[in-house]
């Protein structure tokens, strides 16, 4: 069935929900889980250092919570990328020769979403492998 799964986490309630849902499937499956959280770069060269720039420690929390809480139950592995959050699950899904990809339907909201698109929408309408698109709302 799946023996990768890539999942996306911004330490929302819903992507919270997303994840959940994703050890659920992981654990049916057999699957090894990625859990992704994707961090913007825009302050990054504006007199701080990648290492100090506040959205990376808190990505590596919510990832550490996320890997400490479902890691004892299925295989977990955990990446922080530097990015948007819809390219970002795109690209480790490729790169990692993922079968499937789990993201919550709560995305971006007002009108940014119809000029960028929501994550969901841009990773159901980009993506390679399978999309489970958890509802979440």
């Not at 295989?75 to 990328?81: E, F, G, P």
Request: charged residues 25%.
């Amino acid at each position: 069935m799946y023996s990768k799964i890539v999942v996306g986490t911004d330490g929302s309630g819903s992507a919270t929900r997303a994840v959940a849902r994703a050890v659920e499937v992981a654990r049916s499956a057999g699957a090894e889980l990625l859990v992704v959280h994707a961090h913007p770069d825009a302050n990054v060269g504006y007199g701080l250092s990648a290492e100090e720039y506040p959205e990376i420690a808190r990505g590596k929390e919510i990832l550490s919570e996320a890997e400490s809480r479902h890691a004892a139950d299925i295989a977990v592995r955990t990446l922080l990328r530097n990015g948007d959050a819809a390219e970002s699950l795109l690209d480790v899904a490729e790169e990692e020769g993922a079968d499937l990809i789990i993201v919550g339907n709560k995305g971006m909201a007002g009108a940014r979403r119809f000029l960028v698109g929501s994550v969901p929408n841009r990773v159901s309408h980009h993506a390679t492998c399978d999309v489970l698109i958890v509802h979440t709302t």
